[in-house]
Structures are given as structure tokens and as C-alpha cells.
């Protein structure tokens, strides 16, 4: 029977003293002697620390002593493969060969992209498409509520105004037949001058800013029609469904990132949201164009009203393009025709 | 047995601590657990924690002999899905229901106590030297005194209670940790920590005044034209404040650690950290530019190269014989503190 020995360092697990012993190993038992020590115990009572990189190898005993041999990956030589956790030292194995790393790097990164690119917003969709009106009804009334403390004011359009705006939009909701109830609602708001959103449950909120820069009232009802497409396909819900599911997913991956470097899990996190909004703004375009030309309307206007939105926040704010929330104005007015000429 | 034949343990002499983690090994190691991570949707990182764990404290030596990580992977799972379900609930639900945020908020301020103890307890439970564990006393009512009563009194306070607060909790961390059945002991005042934050304090003040005067002059130079570099200008202002944020970051949590770590007592042993500003500065500086530039790959390097050079910078002034300490008995911890704090980026320790 062939015998291994090892040199190693015996810890009682009572006292912090250490003591210099030597082990042997056959296929069955391991004996400790030295310093006045010697163990004979069966190796099935024994458990063999799974090895990990080239730190030093355990053996620890049911009585909490501890066995520790410098060369961890010789002592794992030296033990019968039936008494190593096997899933473990598969592991290890592949942590140490380049080449299975490389595959593993690639795998990473197809992984991590598909789950944000394909994923996650599969997921955010299934979700959104299951939360029922009324739980989508009470979130679109927080929203606003919470928007109208804090930046939001009532309308100084003339009553005559907003009926006549009302009137046309009603209009336009009827004939382009959705599934939901909307609301549509004058606000003024200094902080975000002029801008139109859509809340869950059909609440669309136009500020007087907005209502005031368009020149033509069927730009108005363009912006409507963009907003009705953010409605109608549940976006507020799935954006805000995505933007969390992106977060956890890099959460899960960087869990373990720290402080300083916490500025390395964020950034990505900006850039995923903003192409998510982008993203969604381009479908509303979409939506937009289409149910414009369902009722013999032009998209030209929501091109106009758009290129004037854009001139009118170019003094505020110039953000380069991956970190827009928006698709940039030529982008989107570039989409535009070519959904048209598809239409065509 | 007989403590004379024992390996000698010099007494006499300072022992250093260091690190002989390896970089590539330690890639290896990470880029693995990434993709295990990913495949089962999050469900290894109980083991990817241990094996980074015990990767890194097994790494760690002084008096060569290293440290040992001895948590359950299980265990840690538990706590994980615990976390996760309330991290996706909470950052779901905080979207609709802003008030949600508020409850939250004070909810978790209230069990922070709650989580450090927890997290203290788990972390030294499986944390070993020589084979003996580190223990925690479960004392909730010094920390709900340390953790939240003082907060409170933060605002009534002007925010002068700060720096005592600080020296509390760390005292608290401290005083209530063992080595098996010996106590660590916290030897500083709150006078130190007072004076730590008052030049800490005094450095910042003097770094924006002197940016002020540089960029009034500069400002005064250049006649800034409406439509003309605007970002230009964001930048110079910007740049120099970033960096003197990291500058602040990298100088209070440098002189808290050294603070910290020299005035802890185990029995007659001490501890000396003599870390250098400048160079943790040049860490988190480069670390974050390496991090980014490489899309995370360098992220193990970064993990490597700062655990080496803080524990290059630690030292064990051993007062007498360190083969005599004695182990406790103690009872499984469970790890769900542990990981609502990892999850929620609290950050607990020394």
C-alpha cells in the first residue's frame, strides 16, 4: 500500500497554539503524528476543504481540529477523488485553464447582453401586461398627486381654450378607438415649461408651455397620439418594470462591488436606462404616426411640433446622444419618414 | 501537549501582515463566478461569495498563518433570496407609490441596528485565525443607542454629535468583538475623532477657497461669451471639485481606518495601520479609471492590488505569547442580516 506524507500544522480548535506534525495518507485512513500527537482516523470522517487557487489545503476533523498543508494542490492529489466534493473541484479546475476562462468571459458577455437587450424587457412586458386597470389606476392617481405637490400648478389657459382642446381630443380618442378611459389634463409648470406625459391608466398631463408653442392644434393632437402610444402599450409601467429588473440583474452580477468603485455599477445602469427610454420614445413616435394617418392626419406635424420642442430646450440642456432619455430630433424625425415611406 | 515544542510565535518582534493573493489567479476565480452567477440567475453567488472570501482571508497572513473564511454557502442563499425579494419589491413599488419610499426608508433606519449586529455576529462567527473563531456579542440595546438614538440627535445638535457618533459606533463595533473567549478592546477617546473631523473639515474648506480664488481670476480672464463654451466652463469647474471630493473621501476614510485600527487592543497586543493618503487617493483614482475603461475586467486587479497595499500597511505589535488564546463555544449564525446589508450597500465594519 502506497503511503503520502505530508508536513503540516495541527490546530486543536481550543487553544490558538500550532503545532508541526506529520501526515500520512493511504487509501483509507489518515494518521497525524508529532508533538506528542497521533490521530488515526478514517478518511470518511474527515473533510477536505475544496481547493481554490493555490491557497494552503485543510483537512478538518468532527472535533473541530484542523489539519493545514502547504501545497493544497498536492495534498488534493493525494486524496481519493470519492472523498472531494466533486462539484467543487470541477470548479477549480476551471478556473484555472485559460482557455475555459476565455469561454466563460465570452459566455459573460453574450449572457449579460442578451438578458438586458431580450430579457428584461420580456420580462417588464409579461409583468406589465398582468397588472390589472384598478392597481394601475390607483398608481397613475399617486403619480400625479405626487407630481402636483411638487411641480406641477394649475392651468392659466382660458376655460374657452381647454374645451376646444378637450373637444378635438375627444374626437381624436374616439375615432382612434383605444382600450383605455383617458383623461387629459392643463397644467402649468415653470420647472418643466413646455412638455406633455403620459401616466398609467390613461392620464395624460400637456403643460401650458406645450399648449402655447404649438402653432397648429393638429400638433397638439400629434403629441396626443405620441403620448396614447406610451399608453396604450403600457410603457410608464414597462420602463419602470425595466429600469428595476436592469438594476437587479447588475445588482446580482456586482453585488460585491464597493464603495468608491460603486461609480463603476452606475454608469452602466445610466446608459441601460437611457437606451430603455429612448427606445420607448421611438415606439411611441411609431404609434403616433400611425394612428395620425389612420385619421387622414399628417406626421408632419408631429415633425414640426418636435423640431420646435427641440429648439426650445436647446438652451436648457445638451446631453450627447447615449445618455439622452429621448432619441435625438433629426434621429427621430429621420424614423419618421421612413415610416412613411413604408406606409406608402 | 506541551506549549514549548509549539511553533514559536515571536514575541519580541512586530509582525507584519500581508496579502499573496495573485491577479491572475484571482481572475480566473472572478470570471468564473460571474458566469456561474449569471446561468443559475443569481443563485451561486452564495458560493462565489465564499469562494472570493475564502480566497482572499486565506490569503491573508500574519505570522504566516492565514485566515480562514468558514461560512455555509447555504446559509448565505437564505439570506440572499430574503434581500433580493425585498430590494425588487422596493424598487419596484417605490416608483408608484413615492410615500412607499418614506416608510422604507424610516423601516430600515429602524432595523439597522438590527443588521449590524446580525452582520457582526455572522461575519466573526466564520471568520478564523489558527482555528479559533471570532465571536460578536449580540448587544441590540447598545446598538439601537449607537445606530439610532444618537442619529436623532444629529439635527438638535447642528451636526456637532457627528464626530461622537462616530467614535461610538466604532467602539461599539470594537468592544463587542472577541477573539474565541478574549475581548477586543477600543483604547481612543472621542477627542481624536473630533479632531479627525475638524481637519478634515479645515482641508475642505481651504481647498474650495483656494478654487475660488484661482477660478475668480481665471474667471475675470477669459470674459465668458454667452453662446460660446459653456461646457468648457461646466468642465473647469467641475473637474476640480470631483477631485476634490475624492481627495476628501480618500483623506477621512484613510485617517478614520489608521484611527481606528491603532487604538484596538487584544489584551496586551495591538495593531498599527500606517496608511498613506496620497496613495489611497492614486487607488480609488485609478482604480475607478481602470474599472471603467475596461468595461469591469479590471476589476479583480483593482480587488488585489488595494487589499496588498492595506494590509502591507498593517502590523501586529504582539505584547506577549499567541499560542495561549482560548476558543469559544457558540451557535450557528444565519446570514440574512449579512446579505440585506450587502444587497442594500450598507456598509459595515471597522
Same mark, same amino acid.
Given at each position: 500500500m502506497a503511503f503520502k506524507t505530508f508536513t503540516a500544522v495541527y490546530y486543536d480548535g481550543i487553544t490558538s497554539g500550532r503545532w508541526p506534525v506529520e501526515i500520512q495518507f493511504n487509501d483509507t485512513h489518515l494518521t497525524i503524528t508529532g508533538n506528542g500527537i497521533s490521530r488515526r482516523v478514517p478518511l470518511a470522517d474527515v473533510r477536505i476543504e475544496p481547493q481554490i487557487g493555490h491557497l494552503r489545503g485543510q483537512i478538518r476533523f468532527a472535533d473541530g481540529?484542523?489539519?493545514?498543508?502547504?501545497?493544497?494542490?498536492?495534498?488534493? @492529489? /493525494?486524496?481519493?477523488?470519492?472523498?472531494?466534493?466533486t462539484t467543487l473541484s470541477f470548479i477549480h479546475r476551471l478556473e484555472n485553464k485559460l482557455h475555459y476562462i476565455a469561454i466563460a468571459l465570452l459566455l459573460s458577455i453574450i449572457i449579460i447582453w442578451g438578458l438586458i437587450e431580450f430579457g428584461v424587457p420580456y420580462a417588464a412586458r409579461s409583468i406589465a401586461d398582468h397588472i390589472p386597470l384598478s392597481m394601475e389606476q390607483s398608481m397613475g392617481e399617486q403619480v400625479l398627486n405626487?407630481?402636483?405637490?411638487?411641480?406641477?400648478?394649475?392651468?392659466?389657459?382660458? %376655460?374657452? @381654450?381647454?374645451?376646444?382642446?378637450? /373637444?378635438?381630443?375627444? *374626437?381624436?380618442?374616439?375615432?382612434?378607438?383605444?382600450?383605455?378611459?383617458? @383623461?387629459?389634463?392643463?397644467?402649468?409648470?415653470? *420647472?418643466?415649461?413646455?412638455? /406633455?406625459?403620459?401616466?398609467?391608466?390613461?392620464?395624460?398631463?400637456?403643460?401650458?408651455?406645450?399648449?402655447?408653442?404649438?402653432?397648429?392644434? @393638429?400638433?397638439?393632437? /400629434?403629441?396626443? %397620439?405620441?403620448?396614447m402610444g406610451h399608453v396604450e402599450e403600457h410603457h410608464t409601467l414597462r420602463h419602470v418594470l425595466q429600469d428595476s429588473l436592469a438594476v437587479i440583474v447588475l445588482v446580482m452580477i456586482t453585488g460585491d462591488v464597493h464603495s468608491a468603485s460603486s461609480l463603476v455599477a452606475s454608469i452602466p445602469t445610466l446608459l441601460i436606462q437611457a437606451k430603455f427610454s429612448r427606445q420607448f420614445e421611438d415606439h411611441a413616435d411609431a404609434y403616433a404616426a400611425q394612428a395620425l394617418q389612420k385619421q387622414g392626419l399628417s406626421q408632419h406635424w408631429l415633425g414640426t411640433i418636435l423640431a420646435r420642442l427641440e429648439e426650445n430646450h436647446r438652451n436648457q440642456q445638451s446631453l450627447p446622444n447615449f445618455l439622452s432619455s429621448h432619441p435625438s430630433t433629426p434621429e427621430r424625425l429621420q424614423h419618421l419618414r421612413a415610416l412613411k415611406l413604408h406606409a406608402d | 501537549m506541551d506549549t514549548e515544542v509549539a511553533l514559536a510565535s515571536h514575541t519580541d518582534k512586530e509582525l507584519p501582515f500581508s496579502f499573496t493573493g495573485k491577479t491572475g489567479e484571482y481572475?480566473?476565480?472572478?470570471i468564473?463566478?460571474?458566469?456561474?452567477i449569471i446561468v443559475t440567475l443569481g443563485i451561486y453567488t452564495a458560493w462565489a461569495k465564499v469562494r472570493t472570501?475564502?480566497?482572499?482571508?486565506?490569503?491573508?497572513?500574519?505570522?504566516?498563518?492565514?485566515?480562514?473564511?468558514?461560512?455555509?454557502? =447555504?446559509?448565505?442563499? =437564505?439570506?440572499?433570496?430574503?434581500?433580493?425579494?425585498?430590494?425588487?419589491?422596493?424598487?419596484?413599488?417605490?416608483?408608484?407609490?413615492?410615500?412607499?419610499?418614506?416608510?422604507?426608508?424610516?423601516?430600515?433606519?429602524?432595523?439597522?441596528?438590527?443588521?449590524?449586529?446580525?452582520?457582526?455576529?455572522?461575519?466573526?462567527?466564520?471568520?478564523?485565525?489558527?482555528?479559533?473563531?471570532?465571536?460578536?456579542?449580540?448587544?441590540?440595546?447598545e446598538a439601537a443607542l449607537v445606530y439610532i438614538g444618537l442619529t436623532l440627535l444629529v439635527p438638535f445638535t447642528l451636526g456637532l454629535i457627528i464626530p461622537y457618533m462616530i467614535f461610538r459606533q466604532r467602539q461599539f463595533l470594537v468592544d463587542n468583538s472577541h477573539y474565541g473567549q478574549t475581548a477586543f478592546n477600543f483604547s481612543s477617546g472621542a477627542g481624536a475623532f473630533y479632531k479627525l473631523a475638524f481637519k478634515t473639515l479645515g482641508i475642505f474648506i481651504l481647498m474650495i477657497v483656494a478654487i475660488s480664488i484661482v477660478g475668480g481670476v481665471l474667471g475675470t480672464g477669459i470674459k465668458v461669451s454667452p453662446n460660446t463654451d459653456k461646457n468648457a466652463f461646466q468642465l473647469m469647474i467641475m473637474l476640480p471639485m470631483m477631485l476634490i471630493y475624492f481627495f476628501m473621501f480618500a483623506y477621512w476614510q484613510t485617517r478614520l481606518t489608521n484611527l481606528v485600527w491603532n487604538s484596538i487592543r487584544l489584551e496586551q497586543h495591538t495593531f498599527r495601520s500606517e496608511l498613506k493618503v496620497t496613495y489611497m487617493l492614486w487607488l480609488y483614482i485609478s482604480n475607478t479609471i481602470a474599472m471603467l475603461c475596461s468595461l469591469g475586467l479590471l476589476i479583480p486587479w483593482a480587488r488585489v492590488r488595494t487589499t496588498r497595499y492595506r494590509l502591507s500597511k498593517m502590523t501586529l505589535i504582539p505584547g506577549g505569547n499567541l499560542n495561549a488564546f482560548l476558543a469559544a463555544k457558540q451557535q450557528e449564525e444565519n446570514a440574512i442580516g449579512e446579505e440585506i446589508g450587502d444587497i442594500m450597500d450598507i456598509d459595515i465594519g471597522f
Amino acid at each position: 500500500m502506497a503511503f503520502k506524507t505530508f508536513t503540516a500544522v495541527y490546530y486543536d480548535g481550543i487553544t490558538s497554539g500550532r503545532w508541526p506534525v506529520e501526515i500520512q495518507f493511504n487509501d483509507t485512513h489518515l494518521t497525524i503524528t508529532g508533538n506528542g500527537i497521533s490521530r488515526r482516523v478514517p478518511l470518511a470522517d474527515v473533510r477536505i476543504e475544496p481547493q481554490i487557487g493555490h491557497l494552503r489545503g485543510q483537512i478538518r476533523f468532527a472535533d473541530g481540529a484542523m489539519c493545514e498543508v502547504e501545497d493544497g494542490k498536492a495534498l488534493m @492529489r /493525494a486524496v481519493p477523488a470519492e472523498h472531494q466534493q466533486t462539484t467543487l473541484s470541477f470548479i477549480h479546475r476551471l478556473e484555472n485553464k485559460l482557455h475555459y476562462i476565455a469561454i466563460a468571459l465570452l459566455l459573460s458577455i453574450i449572457i449579460i447582453w442578451g438578458l438586458i437587450e431580450f430579457g428584461v424587457p420580456y420580462a417588464a412586458r409579461s409583468i406589465a401586461d398582468h397588472i390589472p386597470l384598478s392597481m394601475e389606476q390607483s398608481m397613475g392617481e399617486q403619480v400625479l398627486n405626487g407630481m402636483d405637490k411638487v411641480f406641477l400648478e394649475p392651468s392659466d389657459l382660458p %376655460a374657452a @381654450r381647454v374645451s376646444q382642446l378637450q /373637444a378635438e381630443f375627444a *374626437k381624436f380618442i374616439h375615432n382612434n378607438g383605444g382600450s383605455y378611459h383617458y @383623461r387629459i389634463l392643463f397644467r402649468k409648470s415653470e *420647472k418643466i415649461g413646455a412638455n /406633455a406625459f403620459a401616466l398609467p391608466s390613461g392620464i395624460i398631463v400637456f403643460t401650458d408651455d406645450m399648449v402655447k408653442l404649438a402653432k397648429d392644434d @393638429r400638433e397638439l393632437v /400629434a403629441v396626443l %397620439a405620441h403620448e396614447m402610444g406610451h399608453v396604450e402599450e403600457h410603457h410608464t409601467l414597462r420602463h419602470v418594470l425595466q429600469d428595476s429588473l436592469a438594476v437587479i440583474v447588475l445588482v446580482m452580477i456586482t453585488g460585491d462591488v464597493h464603495s468608491a468603485s460603486s461609480l463603476v455599477a452606475s454608469i452602466p445602469t445610466l446608459l441601460i436606462q437611457a437606451k430603455f427610454s429612448r427606445q420607448f420614445e421611438d415606439h411611441a413616435d411609431a404609434y403616433a404616426a400611425q394612428a395620425l394617418q389612420k385619421q387622414g392626419l399628417s406626421q408632419h406635424w408631429l415633425g414640426t411640433i418636435l423640431a420646435r420642442l427641440e429648439e426650445n430646450h436647446r438652451n436648457q440642456q445638451s446631453l450627447p446622444n447615449f445618455l439622452s432619455s429621448h432619441p435625438s430630433t433629426p434621429e427621430r424625425l429621420q424614423h419618421l419618414r421612413a415610416l412613411k415611406l413604408h406606409a406608402d | 501537549m506541551d506549549t514549548e515544542v509549539a511553533l514559536a510565535s515571536h514575541t519580541d518582534k512586530e509582525l507584519p501582515f500581508s496579502f499573496t493573493g495573485k491577479t491572475g489567479e484571482y481572475f480566473g476565480i472572478w470570471i468564473v463566478n460571474l458566469l456561474l452567477i449569471i446561468v443559475t440567475l443569481g443563485i451561486y453567488t452564495a458560493w462565489a461569495k465564499v469562494r472570493t472570501k475564502r480566497y482572499f482571508y486565506g490569503h491573508t497572513l500574519l505570522d504566516n498563518t492565514p485566515f480562514d473564511y468558514l461560512a455555509n454557502p =447555504i446559509s448565505i442563499l =437564505i439570506g440572499w433570496f430574503i434581500g433580493i425579494a425585498i430590494f425588487a419589491t422596493y424598487s419596484v413599488t417605490i416608483r408608484f407609490f413615492p410615500i412607499f419610499g418614506a416608510v422604507f426608508a424610516l423601516l430600515i433606519f429602524l432595523i439597522i441596528p438590527w443588521f449590524v449586529v446580525r452582520a457582526m455576529a455572522f461575519r466573526h462567527r466564520n471568520t478564523a485565525y489558527r482555528n479559533i473563531r471570532f465571536v460578536f456579542n449580540k448587544n441590540y440595546k447598545e446598538a439601537a443607542l449607537v445606530y439610532i438614538g444618537l442619529t436623532l440627535l444629529v439635527p438638535f445638535t447642528l451636526g456637532l454629535i457627528i464626530p461622537y457618533m462616530i467614535f461610538r459606533q466604532r467602539q461599539f463595533l470594537v468592544d463587542n468583538s472577541h477573539y474565541g473567549q478574549t475581548a477586543f478592546n477600543f483604547s481612543s477617546g472621542a477627542g481624536a475623532f473630533y479632531k479627525l473631523a475638524f481637519k478634515t473639515l479645515g482641508i475642505f474648506i481651504l481647498m474650495i477657497v483656494a478654487i475660488s480664488i484661482v477660478g475668480g481670476v481665471l474667471g475675470t480672464g477669459i470674459k465668458v461669451s454667452p453662446n460660446t463654451d459653456k461646457n468648457a466652463f461646466q468642465l473647469m469647474i467641475m473637474l476640480p471639485m470631483m477631485l476634490i471630493y475624492f481627495f476628501m473621501f480618500a483623506y477621512w476614510q484613510t485617517r478614520l481606518t489608521n484611527l481606528v485600527w491603532n487604538s484596538i487592543r487584544l489584551e496586551q497586543h495591538t495593531f498599527r495601520s500606517e496608511l498613506k493618503v496620497t496613495y489611497m487617493l492614486w487607488l480609488y483614482i485609478s482604480n475607478t479609471i481602470a474599472m471603467l475603461c475596461s468595461l469591469g475586467l479590471l476589476i479583480p486587479w483593482a480587488r488585489v492590488r488595494t487589499t496588498r497595499y492595506r494590509l502591507s500597511k498593517m502590523t501586529l505589535i504582539p505584547g506577549g505569547n499567541l499560542n495561549a488564546f482560548l476558543a469559544a463555544k457558540q451557535q450557528e449564525e444565519n446570514a440574512i442580516g449579512e446579505e440585506i446589508g450587502d444587497i442594500m450597500d450598507i456598509d459595515i465594519g471597522f
